[in-house]
Nanobody, 122 residues
Framework: QVQLVESGGGLVQPGDSLRLSCTTG????????MSWYRQVPGKERELVAD?????????NYAESVRGRFIIFRDNTKNAVYLQMNSLKPEDTAVYYC??????????????WGPGTQVTVSS
């Protein structure tokens, strides 16, 4: 089973930046599409950004973060990142990394990290 570990969360003020990291020891990391989700208590997790598997860089962003956040991956380090700029209080959430290998490994090949807290407050 793929194990994911997020890091980089913290408490920042509006307008600040954070970079979240998600790493795994899985040797097939490059075969997984990677995504960042976020969740606040009482609400479903929402997609923040995703990036396709392999060496390309096709990305997708939620409208609420487009132009402020950037997702990118480094397959040599088995890592995906979320650069978060111009943070707003409404960005406050637990951010989760997700690896999706369903195109290669079957419908159950979706894995989640434990999450990292991002708090944006004055």
């Amino acid at each position: 089973q793929v194990q994911l570990v997020e890091s980089g969360g913290g408490l920042v003020q509006p307008g600040d930046s954070l970079r979240l990291s998600c790493t795994t020891g899985d040797q097939y990391f490059s075969s997984y599409a990677m995504s960042w989700y976020r969740q606040v208590p009482g609400k479903e997790r929402e997609l923040v950004a995703d990036i396709t598997a392999g060496g390309g860089g096709v990305t997708n962003y939620a409208e609420s973060v487009r132009g402020r956040f950037i997702i990118f991956r480094d397959n040599t380090k088995n890592a995906v990142y979320l650069q978060m700029n111009s943070l707003k209080p409404e960005d406050t959430a637990v951010y989760y990394c997700c690896a999706d290998g369903t195109d290669w490994y079957g419908p159950d090949s979706v894995y989640w990290g434990p999450g990292t807290q991002v708090t944006v407050s004055s």
